[in-house]
């Protein structure tokens, strides 16, 4: 199979960091910021940033409904942070006029780990990925509060505030999210985890 080419939303956030992370994971990166650079790529990341910044962006540049359109047309998308935001059918604590593109049935609580200062680190299980666990780097980053019956839980970390754990990656048929950033780390597994979905999906 052909080296699958996997754009980046390329509107705002750390863009660069995952058309490296992409590039070690064997894939064609390029950064998608007009309908027609979507047209020409076989998947997409979302990364990180503000999301309703990215919100916005991407209605300006005229790339929400294209975007829908292929996410309802199977195309595969990763989102970290932001990305998942931009991924949730249902958001809490968002702002009123912030619009998602959806396709992964769950409710994201944005901000839900607390403010830029509260940043933190930590090892994350995250299931279909062999070896260590990955390192979770979240900067005011979301976490899922429900998921839908279709949807499949990747990682989990433990609750600050009692027994239960927090949602924090997750898929649905070609979707993927993380709360956190692997792009940041040097570990590029979860990277290579969606070029697979990708080719599978290509399949």
């Known amino acids: ?13 750390d863009v660069r960091e995952h058309l490296v ?17 979507l047209a020409e790529v076989d998947a997409l990341v979302m990364p990180g940033g503000e999301s309703t910044t990215i919100s916005k962006l991407a209605v300006l540049f005229g790339l929400m409904e294209p975007l829908r359109e292929r996410v309802a047309a199977g195309m595969p998308v990763y989102g970290t942070c932001a990305g998942m935001i931009m991924l949730a059918d249902k958001i809490l604590d968002g702002r ?25 680190e930590t090892a994350i299980p995250f299931a279909g990925l062999a070896g260590d666990p990955v390192t979770g780097v979240f900067i005011r980053a ?10 499949e839980v990747l990682a989990e970390v433990p609750a600050a ?9 997750v898929r649905q048929g ?3 999210a993380t709360s ?5 780390t040097g570990d590029h597994r979860v990277h290579e985890y969606f070029v697979r979905m990708v080719e599978a999906a290509a399949r």
Request: proline letters at 7%.
């Open 21 to 37: 992370a992409l590039a070690a994971a064997d894939a064609l990166a390029r950064p998608v910021r007009r309908p027609e650079e």
């Open 1 to 13: 199979m052909s080296t699958p080419t996997i754009g980046v939303l390329a509107l705002q956030g």
């Open 96 to 120: 009123d006029d912030q619009e998602t593109v959806g396709g992964i049935d769950m409710t994201v609580r944005r901000n839900a780990f607390g403010r830029q200062n509260e940043s933190f």
């Open 180 to 184: 956190f950033h692997p792009e940041l």
């Open 174 to 176: 070609n979707l993927l």
């Open 161 to 169: 505030d009692g027994p239960d754990a927090r949602i924090v990656a």
């Open 142 to 151: 979301p976490w899922v509060e429900a998921v839908g019956a279709g949807v």
